[in-house]
């Protein structure tokens, strides 16, 4: 079965500097790829997906991710966090079955004034 | 338009006691899942449906029940609740575009569930 790795658990970043949440796969067949943001006691919302195409997707609030295959990653970055953006991010890898869907352990992300 | 809605949002049980989720969705999607969200552990699947009447495990299944008997309702049952099942419980759901996947699931708030 695929899985993925967050690299980082937490990452601290001051409003407006950008940032970059580590995400590597790992898989036998084709993935896809995907990035839900948690905000604080809410439920997970799509940010953005990877499915085939461009390797680079572009997602909601000015979030943007690159799909790597020889590297098997699939980086969450933004160049310029608010404070809005705070809040927890999970990197998400499915095969052609959409019903087993793996999430990493999870990056909180925290943006400081 | 709710939405994924999950009824209740917190209850605390003692062992061995049995409980029900509910999960409710209002878009008309054909799949709906159910999971557990631990700390350092992300989101694990517990149990999935394809559409109404039809149920299947996913990766943590063992303590736990799901029915299906409405398309819009997918609910999850604690027959004898144990301290290792407190976490947060998330329904969502997703649908089809033709035969293709969409690969986008809308998640309810969450049920936060403790174990004594």
């Known amino acids: 079965a695929q899985s993925v790795t967050q690299l980082d658990s937490q990452v601290p970043v001051f409003e407006e500097a950008p940032v970059e949440l580590r995400c590597n796969y790992s898989?036998?067949?084709?993935?896809?790829l995907f990035w839900y943001v948690q905000y604080p006691n809410q439920g997970l919302q799509l940010l953005l997906k990877?499915?085939?195409?461009?390797?680079l997707v572009k997602g909601i609030n000015g979030f943007e991710a690159e799909f790597n295959k020889s590297q098997t990653s699939f980086h969450l970055r933004k160049p310029s966090v608010h404070i809005s953006d705070t809040a927890e991010y999970f990197c998400?890898?499915?095969?052609?079955?959409?019903?087993?869907?793996?999430f990493g352990a999870g990056t909180r992300l925290t943006v400081k004034p | 338009n709710a939405g994924v809605t999950q009824t209740p949002k917190f209850r605390v049980l003692k062992t061995g006691q049995s409980m029900t989720l509910l999960c409710a969705q209002d878009m008309n999607h054909e799949y709906m899942y159910w999971y557990r969200q631990d700390p350092g552990m992300g989101l694990r699947l517990i149990h999935y449906s394809v559409g109404e009447g039809t149920t299947a495990k996913g990766e943590v299944p063992d303590g736990y029940n799901v029915s299906r008997l409405k398309k819009q309702n997918f609910l999850l049952g604690l027959e004898s609740a144990a301290p290792s099942q407190t976490s947060v419980y998330f329904c969502a759901s997703s649908y089809s575009i033709g035969l293709a996947y969409s690969y986008e699931q809308y998640f309810g708030p969450g049920t936060r569930l403790t174990v004594t």
């Open positions: 998400a890898v499915t095969g052609y079955n959409n019903n087993d869907m793996r």
């Open positions: 898989s036998s067949v084709s993935v896809y």
């Open positions: 990877y499915l085939s195409g461009s390797t």
